[in-house]
């Protein structure tokens, strides 16, 4: 039989044997970017600094994770600026207090209190049928909303993140009643029903259901890397609105350290190598996305965007620089009018 | 006097708090719900919940009837007639089973869509230009939904209803063909009836999988109740809100579910004969014969065939630029997980079951009940729901264990694989335990008063009696909770332990990037892993059927 003492070692070696309870350096991250897209990076800086990083890869729930786990998770990253403002709304981050990190990225790409910061942009575009329309007939976003605009737009659900930012940009902009009757004018211009990813707009003007669509230049340039898609995406053109203006709306990819992290000075590191030259590199060449350091260059296909466009030279364009916590602090806002107007039906 | 609750029997105290441990997440979405500071619900009837509603009932609907028509129809033709191709159609019926709602979807909508390869083929053998010039099906509808849903969730009712087909008594129908009634008497008037229970099990689990689902619907731009608990939640960060509406969702399917018990209450059925004569089956003929077979082909075809064929394409298409080096691992930790919550899930269904069939106490049938309610939950809501307690668990252990040791526990329960086991078994306990109850349903109170009479105890008997006889019931609750962990996706995103991965969030892990393709060897190994228990499952069934087939 077993005795209270043998039972007690029992558990207490257990305990022991928990990976937690490793000693070598380490750090444990929330990651809404997939594996195969975020690996690559861990790999080179587990290869530098010896910190080993333990992923789980999640796109919802991490506000809960993080509530109810407190410790077990040291960094979040993230793909959308929503997790980043909620989590931060919530209390669970802590200042990064890095200086590489603020010499690396710009303040608006920043909290303004220093919780989370980008580590690269994506811009929300205007997908064009180069057969249908020409650029002269863009503008902006608002534009796309007003009554007798022939374009028929697409858009995927109206929830989705990178729209709820969009709209969310258009209220930080215009107030909430005018962002509405913007969104009942983007319906009201609609080809269809919102649906698909951001490829399958692209498919859809291809498709001729619509001329133009609202999209991530991220999606178009993994859409022209592959033989099977390019046909859909030679057949569509990317505009970047509000150019006369504020500029055009930036969503971003971003880290925060967690309030209780156990390793937060390794989370810091793991976020400064992200936000550092190679990393830098890697985003904008492997991914095609907008690095957020200034002096890295496009990749070649980020350079082709916007080719037809006057005044885009080289895919540089004029980003809009409201700091994205303005546009967090819609979302709530933003949601009730997509309800109001019943955008996706 | 009525012998107290808790001086009834170890049974009745057991059965009660097993099901109030699974019951624990319905207590941790009460108490969410009540910690919620706005309320939505004025907001959310005024914009979009009438249509949430409207679809989720069409929704409901045309699963229901779908489910019901390919199933019901596909297991009485195989359980009672005799056409060629019927022995391999027996168990390929089951196998649209593997297919996640949420892969078919994507398979199709790739296949059917403008710039898919079936209407590119067509507009260059017809000279079309765009889609104006000719009419095609929009798979992402309302009824592409219905027609994908209905598809993967047939096997239910076909697996449920073949069983209980199989297991009724030959004597009753040859009575009643012997009275001249016809075949399709006999049919709507003995053996629906007396596979009724089964039935409704089949068609409610499908309607409870279809209330639960995400993926597919938002890929068909269907938004559905559960929609609305995703914006609620993920949009606009409002979990108690989630929670509200979850739980309002749990009392209309317990409202469906009495109004279903109260219509069957008078009726019990047993099989009355003791002698479990084999079933002759009706040989059918020519143009008979050929529509069975085609009718039990469409499902298998359209339900399997076709997308696992496009998969196959896809996978040898993408593999070399895929993480191959994940590939056993993920296999692996999906096998162990599915195992481990089959094991368990079987074993707790039938014990939960068994002590409400023992108890007379309501309070242990309503805590059973609750439980299988589990089925209808999304994922992410079953998730939160379990994290809840056991996070709290953990933190306590860990408190302890610093101030005692002055070391820290870590979280034992909640970061572990352990939480993902209990999630998978809230989630899909139903399945079990309405296999069980189904099962046990036929056999006789008579056959347990005997044992108990003969001096055996409610264990032995359960032993002696039940477990001998539902081998069937199990195997086939083993096999659906099997699958549909395999399947599961985003209770097990949001609950992962850290490095660890399975076929089916590698293949969301793609998808999501919106590289079908890519994804397309892990969803190819969900449906061919879910393949094993299905042929193994109709080995079995076979097995524990009557061997002497009779051609009549």
């Known amino acids: ?95 990064i207090n890095s200086t590489v990190i603020n010499q690396n990225v710009p303040a608006n790409y920043r909290d303004p209190n220093d ?78 029903k919102p649906s698909g990813n951001d490829r399958g707009q692209v498919k859809a003007i291809f498709q001729g259901q619509c001329d133009v669509a609202l999209g991530n230049t991220y ?28 500029g055009t709306h930036m969503n971003i990819s971003g880290g925060a350290v967690t309030k209780a992290a156990k390793n937060a000075a390794e989370a810091v590191k793991l976020l400064e190598f992200l936000s550092g030259n190679l990393a830098q590199y890697m985003y904008a060449q492997v991914n ?12 070649g296909i980020v350079q082709g965007f916007g080719g037809g466009q006057d005044g885009v030279k080289k895919g540089v364009f004029k980003q809009d620089q409201r700091n994205l916590a303005e546009i967090g602090r819609h979302r709530k806002q933003a949601i009730k009018i997509l309800d109001e107007v019943n955008f996706d039906n | 006097m009525k012998p107290s609750f808790l001086s009834f029997g170890s049974w009745n105290l057991f059965t009660f708090l097993l099901a109030l441990l699974f019951a ?129 969730l047939y096997p239910y009712v076909y697996l449920l209803t073949r069983t209980a087909f199989l297991q009724q008594s030959a004597t009753l129908l040859e009575a009643s063909r012997m009275l001249g009634k016809s075949a399709g008497y006999s049919f709507l008037q003995i053996a629906l009836p007396l596979a009724r229970p089964a039935i409704v099990v089949g ?50 399917i317990s409202v469906f579910i009495m109004l279903e018990r109260y219509s069957r209450k008078k009726q019990r059925f047993h099989a009355q004969s003791s002698v479990q004569t084999a079933h002759p089956r009706y040989r059918l003929a020519g143009i008979k014969a050929f529509f069975a077979l085609i009718f039990c082909l469409f499902p298998v075809i359209f339900g399997f065939a076709l997308p696992a064929a496009l998969l196959i394409q896809w996978a040898i298409e993408s593999w070399r630029g895929v993480m191959l080096e994940r590939f056993f691992s993920d296999a692996g930790n999906s096998l162990l997980l599915a195992a481990i919550t089959a094991f368990l899930g079987v074993s707790l269904g039938l014990l939960m079951a068994f002590g409400s069939r023992l108890s007379k106490h309501r309070r242990v049938h309503w805590a059973v009940r609750l439980v299988s309610l589990g089925y209808a939950l999304p994922g992410p809501v079953v998730a939160l729901g379990v994290l809840l307690p056991f996070a709290w668990f953990d933190r306590t252990i860990n408190n302890w264990a610093e101030a005692t040791f002055g070391f820290s526990s870590g979280y034992l329960l909640s970061g572990t694989i352990f939480i993902l086991v209990f999630a998978y078994l809230v989630r899909f306990l139903a399945l079990a335990y309405g296999s069980a109850e189904s099962g046990l349903g036929r056999i006789t109170t008579a056959m347990e008063d005997a044992s108990r009479s003969l001096g055996k105890n409610s264990w032995q008997t359960l032993k002696r009696i039940h477990l001998p006889l539902l081998s069937s019931s199990m195997l086939t609750a083993g096999l659906l909770v099997f699958v549909d962990v395999m399947k599961e996706l985003p209770a097990t995103l949001m609950l992962q332990p850290f490095n660890f991965s399975t076929l089916a969030t590698r293949a969301y892990g793609y998808a999501t990037e919106e590289l079908l ?12 892993v879910g393949l094993f228990p299905v042929i193994l499952l109709n080995r079995q069934l076979r097995k524990s059927a009557p061997q002497n087939y009779q051609d009549i």
């Open chain 1, 115 to 192: 919780l989370w910061t980008a580590l690269t942009a994506r811009a929300r575009v205007i997908y064009y049928s180069r057969a249908r329309v020409k650029t002269s007939e863009l503008s902006t976003y608002e534009a796309l909303g007003k009554s007798g605009s022939k374009q028929r737009v697409c858009t995927r659900s109206g929830y989705h993140k990178y729209n709820v930012a969009l709209i969310s940009s258009m209220i930080a902009e215009h107030g909430s009643a005018t962002a509405k009757s913007w969104l009942q004018g983007l319906k009201n211009n609609r080809g269809r």
């Open chain 2, 24 to 152: 624990l997440p319905f207590l941790s979405l009460l108490l969410t719900a009540a910690s919620g500071a706005e309320n939505i619900w004025g907001h959310l009837l005024q914009t979009v919940m009438p249509g949430y509603l409207k679809n989720t009932l069409w929704l409901m609907l045309g699963v229901g009837s779908g489910t019901l028509l390919l199933g019901v129809s596909a297991g009485w033709l195989i359980s009672m007639s005799e056409f060629p191709g019927r022995k391999i159609l027996e168990w390929a019926l089951l196998l649209p089973l593997a297919f996640p709602g949420y892969i078919i979807a994507m398979v199709y909508v790739e296949l059917l869509e403008y710039s898919g390869p079936l209407q590119t083929q067509l507009r260059q053998w017809f000279g079309w230009l765009n889609y104006q010039d000719y009419w095609f099906p929009q798979i992402t509808s309302l009824g592409g939904a219905v027609l994908m849903l209905s598809l993967v």
């Open chain 1, 288 to 299: 095609h996305e907008y690095p957020v350091k200034a002096g890295i260059g496009y990749s």
């Open chain 2, 203 to 252: 068609v409610s689990l499908a309607m409870m999988e279809t209330l639960a689902d995400f993926g597919t619907m938002q890929l068909f731009a269907v938004q559905t109740f559960t929609t609305g608990i995703y914006h609620t939640w993920f949009g606009s960060y409002n979990a108690p809100g989630a929670a509200q509406l979850s739980l309002s969702l749990l009392m209309f």
């Open chain 2, 517 to 528: 393709k890519e994804a397309s060897l892990w969803c190819l190994t969900i449906v061919l």
């Open chain 1, 1 to 95: 039989m077993f005795n209270n003492k043998k039972i007690f070692t029992l558990i207490v070696g257990g305990l022991l044997w928990l990976p937690q309870f490793a000693l070598a350096a380490q750090v444990n991250i929330l990651s809404e970017r997939q594996e195969f897209l975020l690996r690559p990076f861990l790999d080179v800086f587990e290869e530098q600094t010896g910190i080993k990083v333990n992923v789980a890869y999640l796109k919802k729930g991490s506000l809960e994770r993080l509530k109810q786990q407190p410790g077990s998770v040291d960094a979040l990253l993230t793909v959308d600026i929503s997790n980043l403002t909620a989590i931060a709304d919530a209390g669970l981050f802590q200042p």
């Open chain 1, 219 to 246: 999606y178009m340039g993994k859409m022209l890397e592959r033989e099977d898609q390019r046909p859909w995406a030679a057949a569509v053109g990317i505009y970047f609105p509000n150019q006369a203006d504020r």
